[in-house]
């Protein structure tokens, strides 16, 4: 499994500085493959700020505001020879203000983001009342498993 961790836009090197380490990131996303008991795969996981993780929340959702996390799953073609889960799209600015609101750190939140993002790409959703259930379930199981509550 190899995560590719791409920081976009940063102005703030404290910002910047605030994003936890490539290491953890894979680790999180380790816990979440053996969690569901899924083989692990390759995956993108890009930090972005607000202008972009509004576009593409407009583009891809019809929303024109700023999310927290978004997943695109990866869509081969035959002509291509590459394996990847997908693409997970966090804003981090959003993410801190976030995790400030609601009383954990940022570092907490960004960890559910990633889990969050990760369960998204492996065909988990919360469309409905028994899939959100469901979702959240493994997410906090997830969250507990690595210390974060």
């Not at 836009?9 to 996303?29: H, K, L, N």
């Not at 959702?61 to 799209?89: C, M, Q, W």
Request: hydrophobic share 40%.
């Amino acid at each position: 499994m190899a995560i590719d961790l791409q920081l976009a836009g940063f102005d703030d090197v404290a910002d910047g500085a605030e994003i936890p380490s490539s290491e953890t990131i894979d680790w999180w996303v380790a816990e979440t493959f053996l969690a569901i008991d899924r083989s692990p795969e390759n995956l993108t996981v890009r930090v972005v700020n607000e202008e972009e993780i509004t576009e593409l929340n407009h583009r891809y959702r019809g929303k024109d505001n700023p999310t927290n996390v978004l997943a695109f799953p990866f869509e081969s073609v035959a002509e291509v020879d590459y394996h990847s889960l997908g693409d997970i799209v966090i804003c981090f600015s959003v993410v801190k203000n976030e995790s400030n609101q609601q009383h954990k750190s940022v570092q907490s939140h960004f960890a559910q983001m990633v889990i969050h993002g990760t369960l998204h790409l492996c065909g988990f959703d919360h469309q409905t009342d028994d899939q959100a259930a469901t979702m959240e379930g493994v997410e906090k199981s997830i969250l507990a498993n690595i210390g974060v509550n």
